[in-house]
Every structure is written in structure tokens, then in C-alpha cells.
């Protein structure tokens, strides 16, 4: 499941639901990951564009991963702005088996990181910045430059 | 003709460009002062699909997108 | 901070609270893991037995270690019956930083499995029997039997 | 005198052991019958600390426990 939010996700009751809908699946180990917008070098918040199509395929490969492991994947994600101290993603495995869980939830978040198309955007003087430093060409990038 | 669009940070306006593979899109961008220095850069999904060879075949009708470095989270 | 409860863990409440405690403190990343008792082997539930005073020290240790990574760590446990599908378990890490939070986490959690001093019990047909077959000796064990 | 514990499953109330370090409880629990199969899976704290030696020195009022194999979560 992905859900997608305009500003802030509302990571406490994300992390309430998402327990409530499991509680009776019999998964051992649940374990959400939060990111959360902190204040430095001035920023006022951060803005995220998200390109849907790819992010619901990129999205339902790595569910189709939690799946052949017995295990299943939560997340959402916001679009537009995000103030300081407010969370922009959350994602979640619920897995039988600790290591499984501990593992997957390392290697998604991580994948995310890496592949995910969602582009992020400082916010400071009233100006929306796209963060080039901090970002990550997706794999296999660059061959239209060849 | 197929649709060249821009992602994310590529403040540009959605193209339409001749091509029977994404090496005549590749040319047609190399030429575009607007967009050539995000070439290195930019991953390319045809239909929503990404796709990793200049070879890929490309039909009328069909939608390039340009997908810039990302940084959710 | 570590907090023990007589019965369930109330999840909940617990990871609205500390993400809320933690509203202001400028971490980037929350990682909440949450240990639910499974329908398994015909169970009821199960109980636990806590030795508080090194499991504090232990626990202790492990707050030292986050802090010098710039990181803090949460826990609640579970002491006597827990049922079915309820938590025993729930442990946090939060950190600046995504990477030092996701090795944090994994690390915490496996070394709680090894090391805290807790004693499970499986509840079966009104019996409380010692899960010795999924226990571990804590690291140094057998010097007595020398 | 030290006085030895038992956590968790052993289900033993505590004694008093005259001991001037680990190695006299050692060989006052090997002769237990009750506590001697226990005695290669436990771990050994010394007022609450764990230790690693048998040499570890005791003193009057010492709490010495045993503590069995664990599974928290």
C-alpha cells in the first residue's frame, strides 16, 4: 500500500492504523521507519514533486520482493510542502521473522533512496531550491548523453 | 512523433520529437541548449518503464520521460 | 528510557508518545521495532521474566553507545502473560542521520536477543514452560560448569 | 558468606555459600543436583555485573546470580 499526501504525512496515525490493520495477521515483527524534516542551513521546510507511475511500479516490484519473503510493505510519502519537525515518509514491513524484517526494511529505505522518483527542493527565502547535491542519479542514468 | 517530457527540477515545457529510437530523442536533446547538461544525468523511462539502451525502439505515440537525480524521503 | 509493563505493551501509545517526545529534537530518522506474539506451535501467549537490575545496565551501555553516535534509543518490555497477537516488545532508535539509525536498530535488536536478561515462557494448556530450545546462552556463559 | 541466585526457569530459592571467589560456588553448585545441568548454560554476575572468571574474588555479602539462557522480544 501507498499513500501519497499533499504536505505532511500523519506519521502517528499511519503508525497506529498500519499496527491496527495487521494486529490480527500474525506477523512477529513490525517496523516502521519515519523521516522527519530538520532544521538546518537555514531551510524553512522541504518540497518533494513525485512522478506517480514510476513510483507505483517501483513500488509493487519491491512489494512482489516482500511477498516471496512472507513479508509485506507499507509507505507514504508527501507531495508539495513540508515544514520543519514534520515527517515526509514513512514506510513499514511487517515480516513472521525479525531478521527478515530488520533486513528488508534496511534495503528498501536504502533502494528508495537510490531509485525512487521523487525530487526534493530546499525551501528558504520563499524560494524553492531542487537539493542537486544531495541527489542521486537513478541506475543506468546518462545514456542519452552518450 | 513521440512526447519527450521533462521531470522534477527540468523547468521545460513537454517535447515532440521524430524518432524510431531513443538515439534520434538523444540527438534531438544533445542540440537543446535548454536541456543538454542534464543529459549526464537523467535516467530514461519510454512509458512509464525505465529503460537503459540507446537502442530501445520507439513507436508513434510513445511517451520519453527524463528523470533527473531523485532524493525522496 | 526504558519502560516495563505487567501484561501487553500498549504499542500505540507508545510510538505516538516518544515520536512526539522527540517532535523538537531535530532527529531525521525514527525507527520504531515492534515484537508481536505469534499464533504459533499452539500457544496461548507467552510470559516473561525480567532481572531488572542488568537489563538497566545493560540497556545503559547501549544508551551511551547511541549518544556518542549522536543517536537515542527507546524500549518498553513486557513481565508476566502476553497474548496472542499483543506486543512484548517495542524498541526505538532515533538519530540524525538514516544510515546510523537503520545499523543501530538491527544492532540493538540482535544484541537484546542475545544479551537482555529476560526468560521466555510459552503458555500451553494452562502451563508456563520455558521456551529452552529458542533461548541463548549470553556471551561468557558455562564458567560455572568449568 | 555469598548468597547465590537463580533467575528465570531455575527454580531454586537462593543460598548461602562460603566462597572467596567464583571457583568455591563453582564447586559448591557442582555438587548440586538440583542446579549442576544448569551450571553449563548460565552466565554469572557478581552484584548485577556480569564476569568472565572464575577467579573473580569474593567478598562477605556478595550477590553472585545465574542467569540461563535468554529470549527476550
Not at chain 1, 495477521?25 to 507511475?53: H, K, M, V
Amino acid at each position: 500500500m501507498l499513500e501519497l499526501f499533499d504536505g505532511p504525512v500523519p506519521t502517528e496515525e499511519l503508525l497506529v492504523r498500519w499496527y491496527q490493520e495487521e494486529a490480527g495477521s500474525n506477523y512477529g515483527a513490525y517496523i516502521p521507519f519515519i523521516g522527519t524534516i530538520r532544521d538546518e542551513d537555514g531551510i524553512s521546510g522541504l518540497s518533494f514533486d513525485i512522478y506517480e507511475p514510476i513510483l507505483e511500479s517501483w513500488f509493487d516490484a519491491w512489494q512482489e520482493k516482500a511477498t516471496e519473503a512472507g513479508a509485506i510493505l507499507k509507505m507514504a510519502h508527501s507531495r508539495g510542502d513540508v515544514p520543519l519537525h514534520t515527517s515526509s515518509y514513512v514506510a513499514a514491513v511487517f515480516s513472521p521473522k525479525r531478521k527478515v524484517a530488520l533486513k528488508m526494511i534496511n534495503d528498501f529505505v536504502e533502494d528508495f533512496k537510490a531509485s525512487a522518483p521523487i525530487w526534493k527542493y530546499d525551501l528558504r527565502d520563499g524560494k524553492r531550491l531542487y537539493a542537486a547535491d544531495r541527489s542521486t542519479p537513478i541506475s543506468g542514468s546518462g545514456i542519452l548523453g552518450e | 512523433m513521440v512526447r519527450v517530457e521533462f521531470l522534477g527540477p527540468i523547468q521545460k515545457e513537454a517535447l515532440e520529437v521524430e524518432a524510431s529510437t531513443l538515439r534520434d530523442v538523444a540527438a534531438a536533446l544533445q542540440s537543446d541548449a535548454e536541456v543538454k547538461d542534464w543529459l549526464e544525468s537523467c535516467a530514461v523511462a519510454v512509458n512509464d518503464t525505465l529503460v537503459k539502451s540507446l537502442d530501445t525502439a520507439l513507436k508513434p505515440g510513445d511517451k520519453v520521460s527524463l528523470l533527473p537525480p531523485v532524493c525522496g524521503g
